[in-house]
T-cell receptor, first 108, second 113 residues
């Protein structure tokens, strides 16, 4: 089976940095995704990693270590609109297995 | 239509009733998926279709069926709804290029009483 773990909740202050960790154990691996989901809305794509290393997209960066089964999503210069759930998902045989999600609350 | 749509937006259903959730995409994506999302459990794959005419079972397929008669539509049917099927259902699609990024519909909130 698939096992994808991420923290349930995190709280941070506006303007700060937050790092959301994700560890995974899956039978296959074709890449790792991060999605953002605001309350009551659909998940939207944030980032994709398939090779080890850091991918940067503006205020968001995502890191992958395949040997350690580990990824993190880094959110910089936090804004109130970043309050959302962040979902880690592993592509195994071209189907996604999702972690339960991390709810990030940004406080003023 | 722009992207992926789902209907209905929400539904309250009596246990034992049959229900079909509709999903339509206009992106000509080959692959489509149905997930359910429950608090604390995240998104779980119910059924998927890699291309029109084919379907496969996901992690939690029991009590659900799907069909894929054409590229655009991927309906999910609950033959006899039970309260444990109360959930938010998301449909998604992907063309697999450059990677398997999935685009999600707005979701259907289903309550089975």
């Amino acid at each position: 089976g698939q096992n994808i773990d991420q923290p349930t909740e995190m709280t941070a202050t506006e303007g700060a940095i937050v790092q959301i960790n994700c560890t995974y154990q899956t039978s296959g691996f074709n890449g790792l995704f991060w999605y953002q989901q605001h309350a009551g809305e659909a998940p939207t794509f944030l980032s994709y990693n398939v090779l080890d290393g850091l991918e940067e997209k503006g205020r968001f960066s995502s890191f992958l270590s395949r040997s350690k089964g580990y990824s993190y999503l880094l959110l910089k210069e936090l804004q109130m609109k970043d309050s959302a759930s962040y979902l880690c998902a592993v592509d195994d045989d071209y189907k996604l297995s999702f972690g339960a999600g991390t709810t990030v609350t940004v406080r003023a | 239509i722009a992207g992926i749509t789902q209907a209905p937006t929400s539904q309250i259903l009596a246990a034992g009733r049959r229900m079909t959730l509709r999903c339509t995409q206009d992106m000509r994506h080959n692959a489509m998926y149905w997930y359910r999302q429950d608090l604390g459990l995240g998104l779980r794959l119910i059924h998927y279709s890699n291309t029109a005419g084919t379907t496969g079972k996901g992690e939690v397929p029991d009590g659900y069926s799907v069909s894929r008669a054409n590229t655009d539509d991927f309906p999910l049917t609950l033959a006899s709804a039970v309260p444990s099927q109360t959930s938010v259902y998301f449909c998604a699609s992907s063309d697999g290029s450059p990677h398997n990024e999935q685009f999600f519909g707005p979701g259907t909130r289903l309550t089975v009483l």
